[in-house]
Antibody
């Protein structure tokens, strides 16, 4: 079974750093993008960033560029999302999701499209 | 960014009846070079992650019941549940992947 297993819930203070993880299994990990999606009651679902573990191609939403860092370790089939200095506004549920890789005729580059397998989510709470 | 607007925000339908959810994009999301609409639909039940139902606007994901169907092109799209079942109670989201990924605000579907 294709699955993504995320790390556990985190409670942090403002200004602290954090790295959460997403481990894939049951499929060729290096053949798909993995994206991170934030969910909050106020803003709903927001795509943050995606990475292709096979060639490290990385894409960020302009809204999250510079705020988070996505990375991958293909040797252990794991993708990470990290913050260097958390804010209270980072409090949310974070999902990783697998994205099939397609050649985009609009841009001439490969990228991830729809999200076909999702992790169960990692709750991040940032509070003083 | 492309803004995705769903309607209605909530919907109450009787068991066995049809449920229809609309999703409108602020820009065209049809790629005329491959004739594909870059739109997906997801179902999210309480305490669970979203589940992919449909991609390319009308391609049903493997294992999704055939009472779920997607239609539309360009900027106007529809998710239809032909005969509502109790297990379909959920929030439904549309998602465009034509450019920077964006999602609709969600439509909450309940049983009348």
């Amino acid at each position: 079974e294709d699955q993504l297993v995320q790390s556990g819930a985190e409670v942090k203070k403002p200004g602290e750093s954090l790295k959460i993880s997403c481990k894939g299994s049951g499929y060729s990990f290096i053949s798909y993008y993995i994206g991170w999606v934030r969910q909050t009651p106020g803003k709903g679902l927001e795509w943050m960033a995606s990475i292709h573990p096979g060639d490290s191609d990385t894409r960020y939403s302009p809204s999250f560029q510079g705020q988070v860092t996505i990375s991958a370790d293909k040797s252990i089939s794991t993708v990470y999302l990290q913050w260097s200095s958390l804010k209270a506004s980072d409090t949310a549920m974070y999902y990783c999701a697998r994205q099939p890789r397609y050649y985009d005729t609009l841009t001439g580059f490969y990228r991830g499209y729809y999200m076909d397998v999702w992790g169960k989510g990692t709750t991040v709470t940032v509070s003083s | 960014d492309i803004v995705m607007t769903q309607s209605p925000d909530s919907l109450t339908v009787s068991l066995g009846e049809r449920a229809t959810i609309s999703c409108k994009s602020s820009q065209n999301i049809l790629n005329t070079s491959n004739n594909k609409n870059y739109l997906a639909w997801y179902q999210q039940k309480p305490g669970q992650p979203p589940r992919l139902l449909i991609h390319w606007a009308s391609t049903r994901e493997s294992g999704v019941p055939d009472r779920f169907s997607g239609s539309g092109s360009g900027t106007d799209f529809t998710l239809t549940i032909s005969s509502l079942q109790a297990e379909d109670v959920a929030v439904y989201y549309c998602h465009q992947y034509y450019s920077i990924h964006t999602f609709g605000q969600g439509t909450k579907l309940e049983i009348k």
